[in-house]
């Protein structure tokens, strides 16, 4: 048993998944099961249970700390990014032995992960914490509301640059590098992107 550790609970929930038709949902599930695989082959050695989707369009994932929170989930919002997620994460402890898969973990910090991802949900947040500093919850907030001025163009487009560079970015999109150009200063990306290094960083210090 490792009920004293602490560990960093991951779920995500596709945002009116339930609206798609049968076929469409079945495109969005093999897309989640692909892009699951590969943070577990890629942070294998960040995780203590893996993760794996849960109702179809839900996911969770159990790290040993918040070292590589920021990467995975930018990492799945680009790999996903042809619909909103609502990510949270919650840190705690556990109150069964841990296991391969995290459908098979339960405790406290599971718990509040999905406690939190329901309150995301009703708010229309696309990221939340439980069990962390108030200046992280702060910056959750500050993040969604910012994720929700942008048009679904932007949205994909952020989703790729902090995962990529412009030039990346625009061979991945299928257009000029200007258009990337023209589309990161309407969203005054430098702006986002020095606040999304103080966040990493902040994540990463816990």
């Not at 590589?68 to 619909?83: D, N």
């Not at 098979?104 to 406690?115: I, K, N, Q, T, Y």
């Amino acid at each position: 048993m490792t009920k004293n550790d602490i560990y960093v609970a991951v779920l995500g929930d596709a945002v009116a998944s339930r609206t798609l038709a049968a076929r469409d949902r079945a495109v969005l599930q093999a897309a989640l099961r692909e892009a699951l695989a590969q943070v577990n082959r890629k942070w294998k050695s960040a995780i203590a249970a893996r993760f794996a989707i849960t109702l179809g369009d839900q996911f969770e994932g159990l790290l040993h700390d918040t070292a590589p929170l920021w990467e995975i989930v930018h990492f799945l919002r680009a790999a996903l990014r042809a619909h909103d997620w609502v990510v949270v994460a919650a840190r705690g402890g556990i109150s069964t032995p841990l296991a391969r898969s995290a459908l098979e973990v339960d405790g406290p910090c599971l718990h509040a992960a999905r406690d939190a991802l329901e309150a995301a949900k009703r708010e229309g947040r696309v990221l939340a914490f439980a069990g962390f500093p108030q200046p992280v919850e702060a910056l959750a907030r500050y993040y969604s509301a910012l994720y929700s001025s942008w048009t679904a163009r932007q949205r994909e487009v952020a989703a790729l640059l902090r995962t990529r560079d412009a030039a990346e970015v625009a061979a991945e999109l299928g257009i000029d590098r200007s258009a990337v150009s023209h589309l990161s200063r309407r969203m005054r990306w430098p702006l986002v992107a020095a606040a999304d290094r103080e966040f990493r960083l902040l994540l990463e210090a816990r």
